[in-house]
């Protein structure tokens, strides 16, 4: 009965899995990336080396974002894609324990391990809701508890998903192609690349990705189809993808082929998750979210995604929804960027709305 109680109340300590070997060689073994906080010297020691410790997330341009939002205690806000929650833990501490944070994302295991994180930093139900919600349907949120102060969307994939090889979001570590945000809706990339024609797929990789070798990385892809051999893990793509560019006749092969791995993952993971329909979905509902003079602060990692926002706020602005826009776009600095050079690509504009 007593070791029943302690197992209720979580005080039986849970053994680690245990590994073959001097170091953990699977993800399931790799006992600090599931737990990376509870190993700080590891972690700064990462860090130090300009990378990003595997099972955590290091949040990009936060002092750009707390400048430019300015958020006061009692305000109400919401972080369009919570994530690991690093930019949500800095915008909580600046409410001083009066106001409200709503955290979306469509990510049920990443969200649930967040919000667990954010409760442990003594940010409860009373100041911190998560929802398992798109943030293209951030209107559902201004619905229930009325219009918000501040907005940030970080468009990012969160490297706690580059890490997991069971998501398939990584051309360098095997598992299966699967590439979804939320692995419980919709199909996988694998899936995907059953239903697209030749054309979709040039298309698709010279839209989402400005891939170079788009016809013949496609023709590949097909050639390998007819002959029945399935694409259904990274490594499958990825083989493909280093074949077709190794061909190429070029300066330094071993750059441009992961240039085209990254961009040819990139491109199916953006039309997997609808990421340019949902973008443009969310910035046309995001004035009607917004407070008179609320701020909107968004983080983007593709060129893509920066013409669409940029487009759309400065639409906004000469019909006078927006009072004022990012007239130029805001990037991390060079010490951010040594720091962690997943920060590289990063552009941030930002949006406030006109008062009414």
Not at 53 to 75: C, K, N
């Amino acid at each position: 009965m007593e070791e029943q109680r302690k197992v209720e109340e979580g005080k039986v300590h849970k053994r680690r899995v245990r590994y073959k070997g001097t170091h953990p060689r699977t993800f399931a073994e790799k006992y600090k990336e599931h737990d990376p906080e509870k190993y700080k010297d590891t972690v700064e020691k990462v860090i130090r080396k300009g990378s990003t410790p595997a099972g955590m997330h290091i949040s990009i341009m936060v002092q750009e974002i707390l400048d430019f939002l300015s958020i006061q205690p009692g305000q109400v806000g919401i972080d369009a894609t919570l994530g690991y929650g690093g930019h949500t833990l800095k915008m909580l501490e600046q409410l001083q324990g009066n106001g409200h944070i709503y955290g979306l994302d469509v990510d049920p295991i990443e969200s649930e391990k967040t919000k667990k994180r954010l409760e442990s930093k003594g940010f409860g139900e009373d100041i911190m809701t998560v929802k398992l919600l798109n943030f293209k349907d951030i209107d559902q949120v201004s619905n229930e508890v009325g219009k918000v102060n501040f907005i940030l969307a970080d468009l990012g994939v969160s490297s706690m998903q580059i890490d997991n090889p069971e998501r398939g979001f990584s051309y360098k570590i095997h598992g299966p192609l699967d590439l979804r945000l939320n692995p419980q809706k919709g199909i996988s990339a694998a899936e995907r690349l059953k239903e697209l024609s030749p054309e979709e797929l040039e298309g698709m990789l010279i839209e989402n990705a400005d891939e170079p070798y788009a016809k013949e990385i496609t023709k590949a892809v097909f050639k390998r189809m007819r002959m029945g051999k399935e694409i259904k893990t990274t490594t499958d793509l990825r083989e493909i993808v280093e074949e077709v560019v190794g061909k190429q006749k070029l300066e330094n092969p071993k750059q441009e082929i992961k240039k085209s791995c990254q961009r040819t993952f990139q491109a199916l993971r953006i039309d997997v998750n609808s990421e340019f329909e949902v973008l443009e979905e969310f910035l046309e509902k995001l004035p009607s979210v917004l407070a008179p003079g609320g701020r909107v602060a968004i983080l983007t990692f593709h060129s893509g995604e920066d013409r669409m926002v940029k487009k759309i706020f400065k639409r906004m602005k000469k019909e006078k929804i927006y009072s004022d826009v990012a007239r130029e776009v805001i990037r991390p600095s060079m010490q951010e960027c040594q720091r962690n050079p997943r920060a590289k690509s990063t552009k941030m504009r930002w949006a406030i709305r006109a008062e009414e």
